[in-house]
């Protein structure tokens, strides 16, 4: 087996500002493309995961504007697969356009991919992950008694739709990813956590949940065996007290010095504090394993060694 690598795309990978146009996130993706290149043409075989917040957004928020009887809303599991489809086929696109340029011989193939949860998961009895439009009360109270929705004010924006937010535990396609991996094949798999499922007997039940994708990215990295996870955000390294006077930017972390730095909150839920916890999960997994995370443009330097934040046990 070769030199194998999760990389996680954040946001900034495919939509750069707010262009949500095709063209626009097209050419987020490209740049993407070409950020990435020298990595696989060093050898790794590389799983790329990605986001897929405001583009699971724009498509929940199409379903619902232009839904009647001969036009139903699509739920949230199928909105997922859509922009696991749609932002596979972006990727691919510029993968296919880059490689060609720089004459690598290489293919990209999207995987569907569905994530197991735990239908006991304790987070189905506290939803907490906000997803698609904004709601008045009325709105909100009528969705909540009509759809059965959970609705909750967010930041004085108004209402808003909150689903759980369970971690996953297996991932359904794992085998024909590592068939892929073992062909040489680029892989972009998990796309926005991956279409969260529970399995019922030999029924895959689709699940109105979001799984977050840097948890989903580790357990991928995890089943596939892949020695590093490369997280890709906004930020060249990962920072204590970030924002403040004091701030100070890490190179190096360990699992003992980043379960210390939790417990003292020095990294925001739902953006750093994920990728953190995520990081240290993968680092005990198993000896060897590492965390980098860092910017989109620094990848290359980062994993020469050169920046970023490396975690490792
Ligand atoms: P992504 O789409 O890559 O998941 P997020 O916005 O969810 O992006 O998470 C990355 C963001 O986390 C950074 O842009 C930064 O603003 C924020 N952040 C919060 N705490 C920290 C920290 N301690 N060090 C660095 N960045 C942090
Ligand atoms: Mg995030």
């Known amino acids: 087996m070769g030199n194998r690598m999760v990389i996680a795309l954040g946001g900034n990978a495919i939509q750069l500002g707010n262009g949500s146009t095709a063209a626009e996130q097209r050419e987020a993706c490209y740049h993407t493309a070409e950020q990435l290149v020298s990595i696989i043409r060093n050898g790794y075989e590389i ?9 699971v957004g724009n498509i929940i928020l199409q379903n619902q504007i232009s839904q009647c009887e001969k036009l139903p809303a699509m739920p949230l599991d199928t909105c997922g697969a859509m922009s696991q489809g749609m932002i596979g086929y972006w990727l691919q696109s ?8 720089q004459g690598i011989e290489k293919e990209t193939v999207t995987i569907l991919t569905q994530v197991q949860v735990d239908k006991e998961d304790q987070a189905f009895q506290n939803p ?18 009509e759809k059965g929705y959970t609705m909750v004010e967010d930041a004085g924006r108004g209402f808003r739709r909150v689903v759980a937010s ?12 590592n068939s ?15 279409i969260p499922v529970t399995i019922c007997g030999s029924h895959l039940e689709g699940v109105e949940a ?10 991928l990295a995890e089943l596939v065996d892949a020695e590093t996870l490369l997280i890709l955000t906004a930020v060249e390294k990962v920072a204590i007290n970030y924002g403040k006077d004091n701030e100070q930017w890490l190179s190096e972390l ?17 953006s750093m504090l994920p990728k953190i916890e995520a990081a240290i999960t993968f680092a005990k997994s198993k000896p060897g394993r590492k965390v980098i995370i860092t910017s989109l443009d620094k990848a290359n330097v980062a994993v020469e060694g050169r920046t970023g934040t490396v975690i490792s046990a």
């Not at 992950?129 to 109270?141: N, R």
Request: a negative charge; hydrophobic letters at 35%; glycine letters at 8%.
């Open 47 to 55: 799983v790329l995961a990605h986001g897929n917040g405001p583009q």
């Open 94 to 101: 510029a993968l296919y356009e880059v490689f060609k340029q």
């Open 128 to 145: 907490t992950k906000p997803i698609g439009s904004f709601y008045t009360k009325e709105e909100a109270d009528k969705l909540q008694e």
């Open 166 to 177: 369970p971690k996953p535990i297996n991932i359904i396609e794992k085998n024909v990813i």
């Open 180 to 194: 892929l991996l073992n062909q040489q094949v680029v892989v972009v798999a998990t796309g926005g956590g991956g």
């Open 210 to 219: 979001v799984i977050d994708k840097d948890f989903a990215s580790e357990k």
């Open 254 to 270: 360990s699992v003992e010095e980043a379960e210390e730095y939790i417990k003292e909150k020095h990294f925001a839920p739902g």
